[in-house]
């Protein structure tokens, strides 16, 4: 009897101590009244605080902003928390292309020549133009006799055309070219736009003209909005080829547009535009097809492309995402000397991070170089200390900052509600709005902040002009 009332009461205390622990959990996880708790100043982070709150936002938010003089931590709001950056991912692949590839750098599209064939060398120029391409088929048309192969030579990097983490539906927008060592025209075309009479299909021009791809024009002009329905032009990406076909309507009112599309397979795409220029300057080409050169064959026409300061200022300016993943591959050519590809580029540039700037590259994720991928995490810390990182190293500081979109004028954060003085990269995806930079004030110390915003549902419109409200708030403190 005594066994059983000891169990009994042992059974009772079990009950009691297990309650008393749900109660401990279920306390822990029960969220504050207060939206968002930030730390920092105390007069800035109550601003803030309120701002956000007023926003009635839906959505994950991390926001860090820290005096680059003093090392002042002004507001800190789920630093350590990792978010989905989007093409804030960048300004890695920015700052680990100027430290391992040297500002000097160039990209060098050359054209070799045997007794047999032409052979057009990709030296993995992201930003290599039509007229450049031509300038080149008008040297070698020079210098060639009739009837040779034309050969076009990628191998500088590896075949994979998407990053890792891509979703697999990314599709024929500009954002999701394909990644080629040999590259033209950002391996989009470009379809202008412009209304015909009203009944009649809209006025297609496609640049540049070729036989590479085809495409059926169905959208008409039209003068009222009656069964209206948008202009589409998509490009049969499920099967891998180049077929566009162009749908809906557009105003006879309307004015100009360009609409870009990327195409299948860039490398081929560029020989192909090649041996047509070749052909047009009275060459004529017996065969175009994928391979390395001739080790016999000599060079005879070299393009050089801009310097990489440049380069990157477009990549950061306009997030050209194929110019992103291209400075990824060619750093791990440049560090290994081997076929450049994702794994050993993005291994060199965490070395870079780790061991120059001093992140901790452990700790977050970078998986491709323009943040497409939804593999990719960071947070504002660390954010914020590659940022103090660039503005206390003077040899970068100025380099670096002339390669962001700022506010003021001639500035190219032309859509935001921002004071003048504000350096900074946006980032965008379904979902993820994320915006780092500086604040800059003649008057005043400057000021690095990193705002991270994940998991949102529909337009990134209020989202953005928090981040706005937020960052003028901070520039006036």
Same mark, same amino acid.
């Given at each position: 009897?005594?066994?059983?009332?000891?169990?009994?009461?042992?059974?009772?205390?079990?009950?009691?101590?297990?309650?008393?622990?749900?109660?401990?959990?279920?306390?822990?996880?029960?969220?504050?009244?207060?939206?968002?708790?930030?730390?920092?100043?105390?007069?800035?982070?109550?601003?803030?605080?309120?701002?956000?709150?007023?926003?009635?936002?839906?959505?994950?938010?991390?926001?860090?902003?820290?005096?680059? /003089? *003093? $090392?002042?931590?002004?507001? %800190?709001?789920?630093?350590?928390?990792?978010? =989905? +950056? #989007?093409? !804030?991912? &960048? @300004?890695?692949?920015?700052?680990?292309?100027?430290?391992?590839?040297?500002?000097?750098?160039?990209?060098?599209?050359?054209?070799?020549?045997?007794?047999?064939?032409?052979?057009?060398?990709?030296?993995?120029?992201?930003?290599?133009?039509?007229?450049?391409?031509?300038?080149?088929?008008?040297?070698?048309?020079?210098?060639?006799?009739?009837?040779?192969?034309?050969?076009?030579?990628?191998?500088?990097?590896?075949?994979?055309?998407?990053?890792?983490?891509?979703?697999?539906?990314?599709?024929?927008?500009?954002?999701?070219?394909? /990644? *080629? $060592?040999?590259?033209?025209? %950002?391996?989009?075309?470009?379809?202008?736009? =412009? +209304? #015909?009479? !009203?009944? &009649? @299909?809209?006025?297609?021009?496609?640049?540049?003209?070729?036989?590479?791809?085809?495409?059926?024009?169905?959208?008409?002009?039209?003068?009222?909005?009656?069964?209206?329905?948008?202009?589409?032009?998509?490009?049969?990406?499920?099967?891998?080829?180049?077929?566009?076909?162009?749908?809906?309507?557009?105003?006879?009112?309307?004015?100009?547009?360009?609409?870009?599309?990327?195409?299948?397979?860039?490398?081929?795409?560029?020989?192909?535009?090649?041996?047509?220029?070749?052909?047009?300057?009275?060459?004529?080409?017996?065969?175009?097809?994928? $391979?390395?050169?001739?080790?016999?064959?000599?060079?005879?026409?070299?393009?050089?492309?801009?310097?990489?300061?440049?380069?990157?200022?477009?990549?950061?300016?306009?997030?050209?995402?194929?110019?992103?993943?291209?400075?990824?591959?060619?750093?791990?050519?440049?560090?290994?000397?081997?076929?450049?590809?994702?794994?050993?580029?993005?291994?060199?540039?965490?070395?870079?991070?780790?061991?120059?700037?001093?992140?901790?590259?452990?700790?977050?994720?970078?998986?491709?170089?323009?943040?497409?991928?939804?593999?990719?995490?960071?947070?504002?810390?660390?954010?914020?200390?590659?940022?103090?990182?660039?503005?206390?190293?003077?040899?970068?500081?100025?380099?670096?900052?002339?390669?962001?979109?700022?506010?003021?004028?001639?500035?190219?954060?032309?859509?935001?509600?921002?004071?003048?003085?504000?350096?900074?990269?946006?980032?965008?995806?379904?979902?993820?709005?994320?915006?780092?930079?500086?604040?800059?004030?003649?008057?005043?110390?400057?000021?690095?902040?990193?705002?991270?915003?994940?998991?949102?549902?529909?337009?990134?419109?209020?989202?953005?002009?928090?981040?706005?409200?937020?960052?003028?708030?901070?520039?006036?403190?």
């Amino acid at each position: 009897m005594k066994n059983s009332i000891e169990f009994q009461n042992g059974i009772g205390f079990m009950i009691k101590k297990a309650f008393f622990i749900f109660l401990i959990f279920i306390y822990s996880c029960y969220a504050p009244p207060t939206m968002y708790v930030p730390s920092g100043s105390y007069n800035l982070s109550k601003s803030i605080n309120s701002i956000i709150n007023g926003s009635e936002i839906k959505t994950n938010i991390a926001v860090k902003a820290v005096n680059l /003089i *003093s $090392g002042e931590i002004l507001i %800190d709001l789920n630093s350590h928390s990792l978010f =989905n +950056p #989007a093409s !804030n991912n &960048k @300004l890695y692949t920015s700052i680990s292309a100027l430290g391992i590839l040297d500002t000097n750098f160039t990209f060098n599209t050359s054209v070799f020549s045997d007794t047999k064939a032409i052979y057009l060398v990709g030296g993995g120029d992201p930003d290599l133009t039509l007229e450049q391409l031509d300038s080149l088929a008008t040297i070698t048309a020079k210098k060639n006799s009739p009837g040779k192969r034309l050969v076009i030579d990628d191998s500088i990097l590896d075949t994979l055309v998407y990053g890792p983490g891509w979703m697999w539906d990314e599709g024929d927008e500009w954002y999701s070219a394909q /990644i *080629s $060592g040999l590259s033209v025209n %950002d391996n989009c075309i470009d379809f202008v736009v =412009n +209304p #015909a009479d !009203n009944g &009649k @299909l809209i006025d297609i021009q496609i640049l540049p003209q070729s036989d590479y791809y085809t495409f059926l024009n169905e959208a008409y002009t039209v003068n009222d909005t009656t069964n209206f329905k948008k202009l589409k032009i998509s490009r049969d990406w499920k099967n891998k080829n180049n077929n566009f076909l162009i749908t809906g309507s557009i105003m006879d009112t309307t004015s100009s547009d360009t609409i870009i599309r990327n195409v299948h397979d860039p490398t081929l795409f560029t020989g192909y535009l090649f041996k047509e220029m070749l052909q047009k300057k009275g060459l004529p080409i017996s065969a175009l097809e994928k $391979g390395n050169r001739s080790s016999s064959s000599l060079k005879i026409a070299s393009h050089k492309s801009s310097s990489l300061i440049s380069i990157v200022e477009n990549l950061m300016v306009e997030s050209d995402n194929l110019t992103a993943e291209i400075l990824v591959k060619i750093i791990g050519h440049h560090t290994t000397g081997d076929q450049g590809n994702w794994k050993n580029g993005l291994h060199a540039m965490r070395l870079y991070l780790n061991d120059q700037v001093g992140l901790d590259t452990t700790n977050f994720s970078i998986s491709d170089g323009s943040g497409i991928s939804r593999y990719n995490y960071s947070s504002a810390s660390h954010f914020i200390d590659l940022l103090s990182w660039i503005y206390n190293t003077s040899n970068i500081r100025d380099i670096y900052l002339k390669t962001l979109s700022y506010t003021g004028e001639n500035g190219t954060l032309l859509d935001r509600n921002l004071p003048g003085g504000i350096y900074a990269k946006t980032g965008s995806l379904s979902g993820v709005s994320t915006f780092s930079g500086y604040i800059i004030h003649p008057l005043k110390d400057p000021i690095a902040f990193s705002i991270l915003m994940n998991g949102y549902k529909g337009s990134s419109f209020s989202f953005r002009a928090l981040q706005d409200k937020i960052v003028s708030q901070i520039a006036s403190f």
